[in-house]
């Protein structure tokens, strides 16, 4: 079964502030539906287990950054296609779909990493 529970609301946010009118709630539903099959095509079997949340920590680096870069890749590909909808201007599109998405899966793996630097303290 596929957990939407907090994929959806991401997308109805941003389309709430951006006024895209279900542009990132249907980019955020595809990620979703998609999400078994990535993993099930990236990951063997000693690798991932069922409910592991994906990430450095639990999955190393080389994995997150190849899940990332595919979900991302999907998720703009998408938005980008349904913003245009057409394929005038295909090396634009293309030009400005992989800048964002390079620069998306940096910042996501950036905040990762900061996330679960050995590094980081506690406060009591």
């Known amino acids: 079964m596929v957990d939407i529970s907090h994929r959806i609301p991401d997308g109805f946010l941003v389309d709430l502030f951006s006024y895209t ?9 595809l990620i979703v539906f998609i999400r078994p099959f990535v993993v099930r095509i ?13 990430g450095i920590k639990g999955l190393g680096f080389r994995w997150f950054l190849t899940y990332t870069l595919v979900m991302v890749s ?3 590909l998408f938005v980008y296609l349904m913003e245009q909808f ?17 620069i998306t899966t940096m910042a996501i793996a950036l905040v990762q990493i900061l996330l679960t630097s050995p590094f980081k303290t506690k406060r009591n």
């Open 86 to 102: 057409r394929f005038i201007g295909f090396f634009t599109f293309m030009y400005r779909s992989i800048l964002n998405i390079l």
């Open 74 to 76: 999907v998720h703009h």
């Open 21 to 29: 009118i279900g542009l990132h709630t249907a980019a955020c539903t």
């Open 42 to 54: 990236i990951a063997s079997k000693e690798q991932y287990e069922p409910g592991i949340q994906p």
